[in-house]
């Protein structure tokens, strides 16, 4: 019904019927041939392994109250009434069904590219999160890359908005020779970076002329295929395989908009299920690091990147065990979280894993310090903090801290420094001065009615005076001890006064 919503590149084949896992065999050959001698040397090296991939099954609840639903009778809502005056307003209903309906498309898509599977507790009494119902590609490449090292990565640093045209003709150049010629490859990368690419390479080489928008292929590799995935923003990764070696897996696709309704006691129960995954047809084959099959015995290529940016987490729930399964190196305990966490299982030695507390946890529970973690302050961290503990993973698969915060993190104000005696009120909210001498503020460009700027002393001396149709002060400010600070706002066009907090 919403195939349109659903977002995924459409070059990708699906497999359906899937009631579980499918598994294809996948065989790397060694070099065969040789020049005419006397021994027999045979070197028909071979190694065969298994791809694995898994479907994850998906609920949809909904609940509809006939009270509520009633409400609509005598609001603007009442022309969707159909029913008259009984709780079961199936027309609306199914208006609203239609709606979520497109939300759940949304959501496969998401999940299918940056999910990464928690299971719901039996008890729990709170929904889990769309992105935590199947592992997604992006989880499947850094499973596969920093955990059983399938495939190797090649290390070329990180893209910015000056190199990124030389960087993608690096990571391409590092392909074999005999895959780089090969059609039918593919380049993912998120939004930022292939519009970053595209600006910059207007720079380089001059403006295109046919104003299609986003280039199709990288210069000089026209077999090679540019595909932005949207679900990809705020990643620096970017990998490449072939158009056909990405799977969707579904059990029954029909099942996606297959609403069942229930109804009892005035509330309409509305309930769906249907199964969905993603994999790689083929990732790699491990080999030891340097060897020449490096690189040759794969079929997914990327750079070295982080693949999620650093603010992802994902929850870990309590089973009353105090061992936490570390399904990603970034973790937050859930509100329900009432034991102290003893041991961290899954790790990867190498990795450095985090893990986030909670301010409104019942009662104060902590990571404790025993032979499996080694802390380093008060032999405990405390949850209920709501800090973030940092730990690295050593060689026998024990953790050591590193560091940690102790509160909440928060939202860092713009801050801007400067020692001109001009500022661009659309660079940040606070300025900071930062002039080894004094300075007169002359002019405060830009900004948007209502806008609130701080002004700071951090060194120096700052005179702010009233400035005709710029700026207007009750009198004449001098910042130039530490914390004097003022405060103004734009007001039909002029910075006024709100307030200060000045020392002389």
Do not use: C
Request: negative net charge; without cysteine; aromatic residues 10%.
């Amino acid at each position: 019904m919403q195939r349109d919503t659903f977002g995924l590149p459409t070059f990708w084949p699906k497999r359906t019927k899937v009631d579980d896992k499918v598994s294809d065999g996948n065989i790397a050959t060694a070099e065969i041939t040789q020049g005419r001698k006397l021994p027999w040397l045979p070197k028909n090296k071979q190694t065969i392994q298994a791809e694995e991939g898994q479907i994850f099954p998906v609920q949809i609840d909904i609940e509809y109250v006939g009270y509520y639903l009633q409400k609509i009778e005598a609001s603007w809502l009442n022309m969707m009434n159909k029913e008259g005056s009984k709780p079961y307003k199936d027309s609306f209903v199914k208006f609203l069904v239609s709606e979520i309906d497109k939300k759940a498309r949304v959501e496969d898509r998401v999940a299918t590219i940056k999910g990464v599977y928690v299971k719901t507790p039996d008890d729990a009494t709170v929904g889990g999160k769309s992105i935590n119902r199947q592992n997604g590609l992006l989880y499947l490449a850094q499973q596969a890359r920093d955990v059983t090292k399938k495939y190797r990565a090649f290390d070329l640093g990180m893209p910015t908005e000056t190199n990124i045209v030389d960087y993608v003709d690096n990571m391409i150049k590092s392909l074999p020779q005999d895959v780089r010629e090969q059609q039918g490859l593919v380049l993912y990368l998120s939004d930022q970076w292939l519009r970053a690419y595209k600006r910059r390479y207007e720079t380089l080489f001059g403006l295109h002329q046919d104003y299609k928008g986003y280039p199709e292929t990288p210069k000089d590799y026209p077999n090679v295929k540019f595909e932005r995935l949207i679900d990809m923003a705020g990643s620096d990764f970017m990998f490449i395989t072939f158009d056909d070696n990405i799977e969707i897996l579904e059990n029954v696709p029909a099942e996606k908009s297959m609403y069942h309704f229930e109804y009892l006691l005035r509330k309409i129960y509305i309930w769906a299920d249907y199964k969905m995954g993603v994999r790689f047809i083929h990732i790699g084959n491990t080999v030891k690091e340097g060897d020449p099959l490096e690189f040759a015995v794969q079929t997914l290529w990327s750079n070295t990147a982080p693949v999620f940016p650093k603010d992802f987490y994902v929850p870990v729930n309590d089973d009353e065990t105090g061992i936490v399964n570390v399904a990603y190196k970034n973790l937050y305990v859930t509100k329900g979280w009432a034991t102290d966490i003893t041991e961290f299982k899954g790790t990867t030695p190498g990795a450095v894993i985090k893990i986030k507390g909670d301010t409104s946890l019942l009662a104060t529970k902590n990571v404790v310090n025993n032979a499996k973690i080694a802390l380093t302050d008060n032999n405990k961290f405390d949850l209920k903090s709501g800090g973030t503990l940092t730990l690295f993973v050593k060689s026998d698969g024990t953790v050591k801290e590193l560091s940690r915060t102790t509160a909440p993190e928060t939202v860092a104000a713009a801050e801007v420094d400067f020692t001109t005696a001009s500022i661009d009120a659309n660079a940040g909210d606070t300025f900071n001065y930062t002039g080894a001498g004094a300075t007169t503020l002359t002019n405060i460009l830009n900004g948007v009615e209502g806008k609130t700027i701080t002004i700071n002393r951090e060194s120096g001396a700052l005179t702010i005076a009233s400035v005709t149709g710029v700026i207007s002060v009750a009198s004449t400010a001098v910042l130039d001890a530490e914390g004097d600070t003022i405060q103004l706002t734009k007001v039909d066009g002029v910075w006024m006064e709100t307030s200060r907090s000045i020392t002389a």
